[in-house]
Nanobody, 112 residues
């Protein structure tokens, strides 16, 4: 399984970005976006559960939306009303059975 994350960049506070995670396999499994800010632990941002439900970190609820295109094998993270504290490297993850697969990360920098 290979995951390729893209879409990061520099944006001003209040702006938007859409991250993409292209997978080499089906994205019907559990898929998620995590982020890791400098000096902090990696944290869950948003996830698609295997039952198709979604969950979000409290800090991004109402601003971020996870979605997926099954045919394109791609998971997206639409990020609106970005804040400087959203600055981090964003990683996508896919879980198949008991194995977690990670993308390489894409950097999001939000300037104030």
């Amino acid at each position: 399984v290979q995951l390729q994350a893209s879409g990061g960049g520099l944006v001003q506070a209040g702006g938007s970005l859409r991250l993409s995670c292209a997978a080499s396999t089906s994205v019907l499994d559990y898929t998620a976006w995590y982020r890791q800010a400098p000096g902090k632990q990696r944290e869950l941002v948003a996830a698609f559960n295997s039952d198709r439900s979604t969950n979000y970190a409290d800090s991004v609820k109402g601003r971020f939306t996870i979605s997926r295109d099954i045919a394109k094998r791609t998971v997206y993270l639409q990020m609106n009303r970005l804040k400087p504290e959203d600055t981090a490297v964003y990683y996508c993850k896919l879980r198949r059975a008991t194995v977690d697969y990670w993308g390489q990360g894409t950097l999001v920098t939000v300037s104030s």
